[in-house]
């Protein structure tokens, strides 16, 4: 399984982008960042590539705000 397919629990996302889980779930009640639903549970679910991708992008702005 590559990171195309590879899937993060909200809490794996929320502490690899140093946030709560409550930010991830207004991001997605808001429609910014969307999360997939298990099709069982209904659980959040999170590509891991565009949460590595989001990282990155916190990340690159963080360094040019300082």
Do not use: F, W
């Amino acid at each position: 399984m590559g990171d195309e397919d590879e899937v993060l629990t909200i809490k794996a996302a929320a502490e690899l982008l140093d946030v709560s889980e409550q930010t991830l779930r207004r991001c997605d009640n808001a429609g910014k960042h969307r999360a997939k639903r298990h099709r069982m549970n209904g659980y959040r679910l999170y590509p891991r590539h565009q949460v590595l991708e989001l990282r990155r992008q916190i990340h690159s702005g963080s360094e040019k705000a300082s």
